[in-house]
């Protein structure tokens, strides 16, 4: 019977010949892996604009939400070219002196990994502007805007950067070198784009009728919490590129980072649920995503450097963090349309500190908790200050604030001669002097 088997196996060899073994050389090789997974990180950190552009234009009214999605499709192209020309150098150059990089510039004579590293980090530079829009939303000239864009994604954002992340060619940044932990930007892309977001929303002001003569908050619904429960999805979606590809490299620490961030996005909004009933209050669709939003952008820091359980605590405490902080705003009189200055200023800053007091193996390190606490600090006085004068700037020479009447009449048709939903306004919108008006 043996015999027989191999005669079979002989006279099947002569019809069909063995597959030829694939060489070591045909092989991908550890760069071309890491180069294929940080190109799919990178998409997937840039289909968060499109979750931005959801959930900002869903709590908008329909009157703004054109401006508002145009503002989030716009600021991503300006500020690519802008971080390419100017702040990837800056960011990511020579840096000897541990402030800012000075190389780099308009990369163009690079090796292949360069460029894959650059497109990641054009991805951050991206979502650290876009934050600013939601907040500023429906009263902010879109000129004006789109000149803030590009100076936070060529100045604010990489300057600060360069800080804590500046070693990728030579040299380390001063926040570096004191060992300051921020892993996927809490503080490095989400409170540099919040304390710019609350620059600008304090040199707007409210929103017309946002506050009573008493100074009371008024309710200004968005119009489409379907866009603000889609678009929160999508930035869950996004985030485990945010914070998985931020390894720079296929690594086996990626189920740990992400896991790590569905935990603490799920524990965010989770704690919205228990304070919203144990204060027998509304639990609504903006609270519960922008608590889930918060958990993710406080675990950002510390995604690869702690346990899972801490991932949870991390994630509760920072949705309760946003959610005060909403509240908190308000009682000064600032109108933030989205909650942004909140869930990415503020739960950024805690998050980074829970990732110094909870990393694994040196938990409530007093040393590394006064570095975190020195980073949290700096980047509040330059992102705040620097947008600061950005922005004063800018209504001061371009009229930063949309004029009362074009406020009223939304913002859609006042600086892009279109609306959402046409078939909803009457005819009369559409007539000659109304465009004439717009061109003007």
């Known amino acids: 019977m043996h015999v027989n088997c191999r005669l079979s196996l002989v006279f099947a060899a002569s019809f069909y010949p063995a597959a030829p073994a694939f060489a070591q050389s045909e092989l991908p090789s550890k760069e071309a ?36 999605v145009m503002k989030n499709y716009t600021d991503v192209c300006v500020g690519s070219l802008f971080f390419w020309l100017i702040g990837f150098g800056l960011m990511f150059g020579a840096n000897p002196s541990g402030w800012f990089g000075t190389s780099s510039f308009a990369l163009h004579d690079g ?12 991805m951050f530079a991206a979502t650290a502007a876009t934050i600013a829009s939601g907040a500023m939303a429906e009263r902010t000239r879109f000129p004006a805007y789109l000149f803030a864009a590009a100076a936070i994604t060529a100045f604010i954002y990489p300057v600060f950067g360069s800080w804590a992340w500046g070693s990728y060619f030579s040299g380390r940044g001063w926040l570096a070198e004191l060992g300051f932990v921020d892993f996927a930007g809490s503080t490095v892309v989400h409170s540099v784009g ?66 790590n961030t569905q935990l603490a996005a799920s524990s965010g909004a ?47 405490t920072a949705g309760l963090v946003a959610n005060l902080g909403e509240r908190m705003l308000l009682q000064f009189h600032l109108d933030d349309v989205v909650g942004a200055v909140a869930v ?5 800053a805690w998050g980074t500190l829970c990732a110094g007091a909870f990393m694994t193996g040196n938990l409530f390190d007093a040393r590394i908790l006064l570095v975190q606490a020195l980073g949290v600090g700096s980047c509040f006085i330059w992102s ?57």
Not at 203 to 224: E, M, S, Y
Not at 390 to 396: E, G, I, M, N, P
């Open 194 to 259: 919040g304390w710019c977001a609350l620059a600008g929303v304090l040199v707007l002001g409210p929103r017309l009728g946002r506050f009573d003569p008493q100074g009371r908050a008024r309710t200004i619904p968005g119009h489409n919490l379907n866009f603000v429960a889609l678009g929160g999805f999508i930035l869950w979606f996004g985030w485990f590129g945010f914070n998985g590809g931020s390894t720079v490299g296929a690594n086996v620490n990626i189920g740990l980072i992400n896991l």
């Open 111 to 122: 090796k292949s990994w360069d460029y894959s590293f650059l497109l990641f980090q054009t």
């Open 270 to 316: 989770t704690a919205i649920l228990l304070l919203c009933l144990l204060g027998r209050s509304p639990i609504t669709v903006p609270a519960v995503v922008n608590g889930s939003l918060a958990g993710l952008v406080g675990i950002t820091a510390g995604c690869a450097t702690m346990e899972p359980i801490w991932a949870v605590i991390t994630g509760a």
């Open 344 to 348: 990415h200023a503020f739960a950024g």
């Open 33 to 68: 892996i890491d180069v294929i997974w940080l190109a799919m990180a990178s998409a997937l950190v840039f289909f968060m604009q499109a979750g931005f552009a959801l959930l900002e234009s869903g709590m908008s009214r329909s009157k703004n939400c054109i401006n508002v």
């Open 384 to 440: 705040f200050g620097t947008a600061l004068l950005l922005f004063k700037a800018l209504d001061l020479i371009a009229s930063l604030r949309a004029d009362s009447q074009h406020e009223q009449r939304g913002l859609d048709f006042t600086e892009h001669a279109e609306v959402a939903y046409p078939e909803f306004v009457q005819q009369s919108f559409y007539n000659k002097n109304n465009l004439e008006n717009v061109e003007r």
